[in-house]
């Protein structure tokens, strides 16, 4: 499943995932690997202008934020954004650019 298709069916409330399992979605929660970037509506800045996290998170926020149309909100407090900790976490060296799809 394409990147867009994981975030529709998020905000449809549908469970999903891409391909590489690296955007996932429980229907309620968005998450880029084991980092919540989504929830009730609102699409967390992960990015350089917020608390940046990866490169790859930063495209799933920026994707998000376009097809979903909210503004980016403040990401809450880190002990509410771990969900899945066997959840893999890409090392710096294979975080590649984000390619439009």
């Keep these: 499943m394409r990147n867009e298709q994981v975030i529709m069916a998020w905000i449809d409330g549908r469970a999903a995932r891409n391909g590489r399992g690296s955007l996932t979605t429980d229907g309620r929660h968005l998450l880029s690997y084991d980092l919540v970037i989504g929830d009730g509506g609102r699409?967390?800045?992960?990015?350089?202008?917020?608390?940046?996290?990866?490169?790859t998170t930063s495209c799933h926020v920026g994707l998000a934020l376009r097809v979903s149309g909210v503004e980016a909100s403040a990401p809450p407090a880190q002990a509410e954004l771990r969900l899945w900790r066997s959840s893999p976490r890409p090392s710096g060296s294979e975080q590649g650019p984000c390619r439009p799809r």
């Design 43 to 55: 699409v967390f800045d992960y990015t350089a202008s917020g608390e940046y996290y990866s490169q």
